[in-house]
């Protein structure tokens, strides 16, 4: 099992909808949680960081964690096609190692 | 440098040649990551270190694989006899403190094509 999943898409929703980008890990003492966004050819960046249970809302982003089932998420609120991108779940583990997800496409059709 | 700085950006070998990336992170960043990306793929972990630690050597793929952090500050991968299959974008990021998920910083990547 990957320390880190996520599925790899592609997501597609329409302009203007919510997008919901999915995490699972499997180090149950992990503590902090990062969502990076990457564009075709460059490199990620980060978008959001989450380390308590519940939701942490950033403008047109929310990501949520449930640390009992050991899943995070990142929902996109009406989503635009400048959000198409690869979006990777990234988790610090007790070596204090960030460790990526393999990412989802999302891709956001006008 | 402002950012990560890697070298070079892209580079063309031949098959069984050796090839060295270099990564020099930013100023103060005690943490110094190495991943690789295939095409349309997710971050590939290789190495990591963190100041004067040794370093997590438990992602690179096979010992034709090595890499030194020199004055904890520049980084240097190494590829061995390059392989076909070593073609990707290798990338380097330094965040300020060990697993820095806010912090971290990544280059641009070192594009390697193995023919």
């Known amino acids: 099992q990957k320390e880190v999943e996520q599925n790899s898409g592609p997501l597609s929703v329409p302009e203007g909808a919510i997008a919901s980008l999915n995490c699972t890990y499997s180090?149950?003492?992990?503590?902090?949680f990062f969502w990076y966004r990457q564009y075709s050819g460059k490199s990620p960046e980060l978008i959001m960081s989450i380390y308590s249970n519940g939701d942490k809302e950033d403008g047109r982003f929310t990501a949520q964690l449930n640390k009992a089932s050991q899943y995070v998420s990142l929902l996109i609120r009406d989503s635009q096609p400048s959000d198409s991108a690869t979006y990777l779940c990234a988790v610090r583990n007790a070596g204090n190692m960030l460790t990526f997800g393999g990412g989802t496409r999302l891709m956001v059709k006008p | 440098g402002a950012g990560v700085s890697q070298s070079p950006s892209n580079k063309v070998t031949e098959k069984g040649k050796d090839v060295e990336l270099r990564c020099d992170p930013i100023?103060?960043?005690?943490?110094l990551y190495w991943y690789r990306q295939s095409l349309g793929q997710g971050l590939e972990f290789l190495i990591y270190f963190q100041g004067n630690s040794a370093p997590d050597k438990s992602g690179l793929p096979s010992d034709r694989f090595s890499a030194e952090r020199t004055g904890g500050s520049v980084s240097t991968l190494t590829i061995q006899r390059t392989q076909q299959e070593d073609s990707a974008v290798y990338l380097c990021?330094?965040?300020?403190?060990?697993?820095?998920?806010?912090?971290?910083?990544f280059g641009e990547g070192s594009w390697l094509t193995v023919v």
């Open positions: 100023s103060g960043h005690t943490a």
């Open positions: 990021a330094s965040s300020l403190s060990p697993g820095d998920g806010n912090t971290i910083y």
């Open positions: 180090d149950r003492v992990s503590q902090s």
